[in-house]
């Protein structure tokens, strides 16, 4: 029982090091800012949907997590 409790806590450990990494170098990597992005502004009105952002972090997590986490 302490064991998998072990696991969850190192895999969630792992994850937050990965987001604190990615929040570090995010602004010098263009992710958010790609073609395919939609930015709409007209007067009061901004609107922004990461599309292609979207689709590429998808296609990376899908990637690696099928590595790590295949049985």
Known sequence: MFSEFGK???FFG???V???LVLTI???LPIGR???DIHVQRGNFHFYFP???CILLSLILT???NLF???
């Open 18 to 20: 990965l987001m604190g």
């Open 69 to 71: 986490l295949r049985r």
């Open 34 to 36: 790609l073609p395919g």
């Open 14 to 16: 792992l994850i937050l």
């Open 51 to 53: 599309l292609a952002t």
């Open 63 to 65: 990637i690696v997590l």
């Open 8 to 10: 969850i806590l190192i």
């Open 26 to 28: 995010g602004g010098k």
